[in-house]
């Protein structure tokens, strides 16, 4: 299969009501979608990206009225989040309607739904009778898409259609809640900062350990390059690793090496996560043996961009 890369809606839709697959953008990173509600479309999904069937994936809706077609049950503090922020990168863990196939969730009773804030997303989900489920666009395990040809260039062979949004202006995926016995859980950080969701419902607290791994975003071994990672001090991993090629993932200041990624040079951490994941592909390309990475301030959109490097140095712990 050849792919196409372009803006071309109508023709997205069209794949999509045949039960095809399309790379859509997302203000995240771009997602693999199929008609939700179609057990047999979401397969290929998995099968496009080689996922794992225990990986349940995200549905995508084009507002609030669609959201009561995919789940049973709305507490008052996910309310509050989606007025606050919806559209935008929060995912919520809800009980799932019977309309939501098995393999959407994986077999799980709750399904992870979101409101994609990118304008071509919300155009095309208005254009369609039913909600989307899309993963992030990339091979399972790998760094996840943040433009169109990212995604043509892991899967192209797989995918007919690609809906060209430009890069995507969040760059990390959306942030994961759920609810455990009433209270709000943090199953996986993300575009939107624990700070800001604390400031709507108070206190998130971490998922309990008896359904770990609840969501294999969180699994070690995610968001992985091909090279090495190793998350740490860059001037004493320079030093360590003199004899190596490497790359270099920094915040703001710039070190000597083969290779170094600057991801914002005036320190903000929305620049840097946006520009995450085209870095670590551009390390991993660069022939680098080794990619050491800075540990990034551990607040706001810096805890997701520490989680992801976390998960990348895990790969091959
Ligand atoms: O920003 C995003 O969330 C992007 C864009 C495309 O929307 N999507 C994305 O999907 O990152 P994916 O499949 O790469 O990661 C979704 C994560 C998975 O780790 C999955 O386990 C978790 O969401 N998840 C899905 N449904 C869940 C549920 N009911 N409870 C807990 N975790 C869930
Ligand atoms: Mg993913």
Same mark, same amino acid.
């Given at each position: 299969?050849?792919?196409?890369?372009?803006?071309?809606?109508?023709?997205?839709?069209?794949?999509?009501?045949? %039960?095809?697959? @399309?790379?859509?953008?997302?203000?995240?990173?771009?997602?693999?979608?199929?008609?939700?509600? *179609?057990?047999?479309?979401?397969?290929? #999904?998995?099968?496009?990206?080689?996922?794992?069937?225990?990986?349940?994936?995200?549905?995508?809706?084009?507002?609030?009225?669609?959201?009561?077609?995919?789940?049973?049950? @709305?507490?008052?503090?996910? +309310?509050?989040?989606?007025?606050?922020?919806?559209?935008?990168?929060?995912?919520?863990?809800?009980?799932?309607?019977?309309?939501?196939? *098995?393999?959407?969730?994986?077999?799980?009773?709750?399904?992870?739904?979101?409101?994609?804030?990118?304008?071509?997303?919300? +155009?095309?989900?208005?254009?369609?009778?039913?909600?989307?489920?899309?993963?992030?666009?990339?091979?399972?395990?790998?760094?996840?898409?943040?433009?169109?040809?990212?995604?043509?260039?892991?899967?192209?062979?797989? $995918?007919?259609?690609?809906?060209? %949004?430009?890069?995507?202006?969040?760059?990390? +995926?959306?942030? #994961?809640?759920?609810?455990? %016995?009433?209270?709000?859980?943090?199953?996986?950080?993300?575009?939107?900062? $624990?700070?800001?969701?604390?400031?709507?419902?108070?206190?998130?607290?971490?998922?309990?350990?008896?359904?770990?791994?609840?969501?294999? %975003?969180?699994?070690?071994?995610?968001?992985?390059?091909?090279?090495?990672?190793?998350?740490? *001090?860059?001037?004493?991993?320079?030093?360590?690793?003199?004899?190596?090629?490497?790359?270099? #993932?920094?915040?703001?200041?710039?070190?000597?090496?083969? *290779?170094?990624? $600057?991801?914002?040079?005036?320190?903000?951490?929305?620049?840097?996560?946006?520009?995450?994941?085209?870095?670590?592909?551009?390390?991993?390309?660069?022939?680098?043996?080794? #990619?050491?990475?800075?540990?990034?301030?551990?607040?706001?959109?810096?805890?997701?961009?520490?989680?992801?490097?976390?998960?990348?140095?895990?790969?091959?712990?």
């Amino acid at each position: 299969m050849t792919t196409v890369i372009g803006t071309d809606l109508s023709e997205a839709a069209r794949i999509l009501r045949g %039960g095809g697959l @399309v790379a859509i953008p997302t203000e995240t990173v771009y997602g693999l979608a199929a008609n939700a509600y *179609d057990a047999e479309a979401v397969l290929r #999904i998995f099968e496009a990206k080689r996922r794992p069937a225990f990986d349940p994936l995200i549905v995508h809706v084009a507002d609030r009225a669609q959201l009561n077609d995919v789940v049973r049950a @709305v507490p008052p503090e996910a +309310e509050a989040l989606m007025d606050r922020f919806w559209p935008g990168p929060l995912t919520l863990a809800l009980p799932k309607s019977a309309r939501i196939p *098995d393999l959407v969730t994986s077999g799980l009773d709750t399904v992870g739904v979101r409101m994609p804030a990118h304008p071509l997303a919300q +155009e095309l989900l208005r254009a369609l009778p039913f909600p989307l489920a899309a993963p992030s666009a990339n091979p399972f395990g790998y760094v996840s898409p943040t433009t169109a040809q990212h995604v043509a260039d892991q899967l192209g062979d797989q $995918v007919p259609y690609i809906l060209d %949004g430009g890069p995507c202006t969040v760059g990390v +995926e959306s942030t #994961i809640l759920g609810w455990e %016995g009433g209270a709000c859980v943090l199953y996986r950080p993300g575009g939107v900062p $624990v700070e800001a969701i604390e400031a709507v419902i108070g206190r998130v607290g971490g998922p309990s350990r008896q359904v770990l791994p609840v969501t294999p %975003g969180m699994l070690a071994s995610h968001y992985a390059p091909r090279t090495a990672v190793i998350v740490g *001090d860059a001037t004493a991993l320079l030093k360590a690793h003199a004899h190596q090629r490497i790359a270099v #993932i920094s915040f703001h200041q710039r070190f000597q090496a083969m *290779d170094n990624e $600057v991801l914002s040079p005036g320190g903000d951490l929305h620049e840097a996560a946006r520009g995450l994941f085209a870095a670590l592909r551009k390390a991993d390309a660069s022939g680098a043996e080794l #990619i050491v990475a800075e540990v990034f301030p551990d607040e706001g959109l810096g805890r997701a961009i520490n989680d992801r490097l976390r998960r990348a140095a895990a790969a091959r712990g």
